[in-house]
């Protein structure tokens, strides 16, 4: 038996947002269905010998599957081999989850919930292209945590287009109050074959100055520090033994599977990946059974 942390990625959004160049894609649900079939074929072929010790859905957007998606991926999950004490997150953004689909991820035995906020200025949100209102936000925290979730992760970004100190500070206490047992909170970065990439070229998006940016980091130490939450890791801040397992597996190269298209490997002395187009995906896995590259042996 070999200890093994599973990444499993889902690559639909409901929009673009304006920074992001993870690999997902709006305007695909179509093939939300099928794309949840291959998918659990890919994760039924993982060898019943491995432990999972963490499971990790992110994408894209894993709380915008539909139901019907997400139940074939429970059946496939349910044949694994979970630890005992697996940490099994999934991510989502407000506005897509249902009590239904949290009550569904609760079967699945997933415990930990990681939600993208991002700021807490409505007008912030809508400028960076989130989906979502600072209420939308609030409400599916709550039903969260109505729904039994005790260990929550929220997404923020400072850095943003005409976000100042103070915007940031706001976000950082309104989020504090809420009590998270987990933030992770990144710089932007400008990521080229983003809308923000070509509005940069253009001169057309109003950053903060380098000083204030680094006064924007600054205070996210200080005042998480305050409020009790420990920087273990660059942009992860965590209430005592809360710290991300998952993404600590990556740090200390230890050995994970990826599923899903785009997902990379690390197992067996073996790195591999995906193919990320979603219809090539779905073609390769009903064919040959899997959808990988490339593949390297590691020395
Ligand atoms: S919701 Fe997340 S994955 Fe989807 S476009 Fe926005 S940042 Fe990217």
Wanted: some cysteine.
């Amino acid at each position: 038996m070999k200890d093994v942390s599973l990444y499993i990625h889902i690559p639909f959004c409901k929009n673009k947002c304006f920074y992001c160049d993870f690999p997902s894609f709006s305007g695909c649900d179509g093939k939300m269905l099928e794309y949840s079939k291959a998918l659990g074929m890919e994760i039924d072929k993982i060898d019943k010998d491995y432990i999972i010790k963490t499971v990790f859905i992110g994408g894209g957007t894993p709380t915008y599957l539909s139901l019907d998606g997400l139940k074939y991926i429970k059946e496939s999950i349910e044949k694994l081999n979970l630890a005992l004490d697996v940490e099994f997150t999934v991510e989502g953004n407000p506005g897509t989850f249902t009590k239904e689909k949290l009550e569904l991820f609760k079967s699945m035995g997933v415990n930990r919930l990681s939600i993208g906020l991002q700021a807490y200025q409505d007008n912030l949100l809508k400028s960076i292209g989130r989906i979502h209102s600072v209420e939308d936000f609030e409400k599916s925290y709550k039903l969260a945590r109505e729904c039994g979730y005790k260990n929550i992760n929220i997404d923020l970004i400072f850095g943003l287009p005409n976000q100042d100190i103070e915007n940031w500070e706001y976000t950082l206490k309104k989020v504090i109050k809420l009590n998270p047992e987990h933030l992770s909170c990144y710089s932007l970065i400008i990521e080229e074959d983003t809308k923000f990439y070509s509005l940069f070229e253009d001169d057309k998006l109003r950053l903060p100055c380098e000083e204030d940016e680094r006064e924007m980091y600054l205070k996210t130490l200080e005042i998480l520090k305050e409020n009790g939450y420990n920087h273990y890791e660059i942009s992860n801040f965590c209430k005592p033994n809360k710290e991300c397992r998952h993404n600590l597996v990556y740090w200390e190269l230890k050995p994970y599977i990826g599923c899903g298209s785009s997902s990379h490997s690390y197992v067996d002395g073996r790195r591999y990946y995906n193919e990320s187009d979603i219809e090539k995906y779905i073609k390769k896995i009903n064919k040959n059974g899997s959808a990988i590259i490339e593949s390297k042996k590691i020395k």
